[in-house]
Each structure stands twice: as structure tokens, then as C-alpha cells.
Nanobody, 121 residues
Framework: QVQLVESGGDLVHPGGSTRLSCAAS????????MDWYRQAPGKQRELVAR??????TNYADSVKGRFTISRDNAKNLYLQMNSLKPDDTAVYYC????????????????WGQGTQVTVSS
């Protein structure tokens, strides 16, 4: 089994910053890519940022230049969020394309439980 656990959600003033973390654990063999998604009330879940195993990144246009996705060797994923706007208010989800020790070459989607980020004055 694989677990993804997010942390770091907070109430932030417009223009402020916060950092989200996602800890991956369990019987992980390989991680092909990890992403941050978000879902605002009444809206569909959308991709915010993605990082591949090779370190390539891409971002939604709405967050380019303000958010930075990164990973460390301990299977942790981060999202540094700067210059926050009220439109960034959402539940943020960690997602991974991960293979396990039982099925080393078959990648599956895993999701965290989500963490709330609220941007408000």
C-alpha cells in the first residue's frame, strides 16, 4: 500500500506565502511523477504543478511565476506558494504515479486526502 499525506494548509492574507508538503510512504518501488491539484468550491479539480522523476516541471498558467514545485530524495513533495490571491483558495491534493514492490513496472494513481488553503483578508 501507498500513502500520501499532505500538510501545510493555512489561512493566508492576499500577497502572502505558504508551503505545502506531501509525504509519500509505503511499499513504493518507483515514482514516475508527482503533482499538486486543487479544487475550489463548485469547480472541477485542476492540475496546478507537476514534477517528473527526471526533475522536469510544468505549471498551470494561473500559478506560473508564483508557485514552485519540488521533491527531495525522501519521497517528499513540496509546493511553495507565493503572492497568493483569493482565487488560490481551494483544497490542494497531492497525486503520484507510483509503482509498488509487488508490481514494480505497473504505475497507478495515488491521492492524498487534501489540505485546505484559504486566501483572505
Amino acid at each position: 500500500q501507498v500513502q500520501l499525506v499532505e500538510s501545510g494548509g493555512d489561512l493566508v492574507h492576499p500577497g502572502g506565502s505558504t508551503r505545502l508538503s506531501c509525504a509519500a510512504s509505503g511499499s513504493i518501488f518507483s515514482i514516475r511523477a508527482m503533482d499538486w491539484y486543487r479544487q475550489a468550491p463548485g469547480k472541477q479539480r485542476e492540475l496546478v504543478a507537476r514534477i517528473t522523476s527526471g526533475g522536469s516541471t510544468n505549471y498551470a498558467d494561473s500559478v506560473k511565476g508564483r508557485f514552485t514545485i519540488s521533491r527531495d530524495n525522501a519521497k517528499n513533495l513540496y509546493l511553495q506558494m507565493n503572492s497568493l490571491k483569493p482565487d488560490d483558495t481551494a483544497v490542494y491534493y497531492c497525486h503520484g504515479e507510483i509503482s509498488t514492490l509487488r508490481s514494480k513496472y505497473s504505475f497507478h494513481d495515488y491521492w492524498g486526502q487534501g489540505t485546505q488553503v484559504t486566501v483572505s483578508s
